[in-house]
């Protein structure tokens, strides 16, 4: 597992080929290369700018996207890399 530290209160957990975006204490988007599933509700100019940053580093940057409630979030990080 690595941490990466991106802005402050902003950080990427990586585990294996997935990729996980925290804002504050909330990851709201996750990347397993293939596709980048984010969270659908209205967010803060703060976490708004925390996605796109994050988005600007993702390799490759055409990544399907999705947008899916927080708890779907929640649910596939937990049943795919086991962290909430």
């Not at 996980?20 to 596709?35: H, M």
């Not at 996207?65 to 708890?71: D, G, H, L, Q, V």
């Not at 779907?72 to 890399?81: M, T, Y």
Request: positive net charge; contains cysteine.
């Amino acid at each position: 597992m690595k941490i990466k530290l991106l802005k402050a209160n902003c950080f990427e957990i990586q585990i294996k080929h997935i990729k996980i975006l925290v804002s504050y204490e909330t990851p709201i988007a996750v990347s397993n290369g293939q596709e980048i599933l984010m969270i659908d509700e209205k967010i803060s100019k703060t976490t708004g700018n925390h996605i796109n940053i994050w988005l600007k580093w993702l390799e490759p940057s055409e990544q399907k996207k999705t947008y899916i409630s927080r708890e779907v979030l929640s649910v596939w990080i937990e049943s795919n890399v086991g962290l909430i």
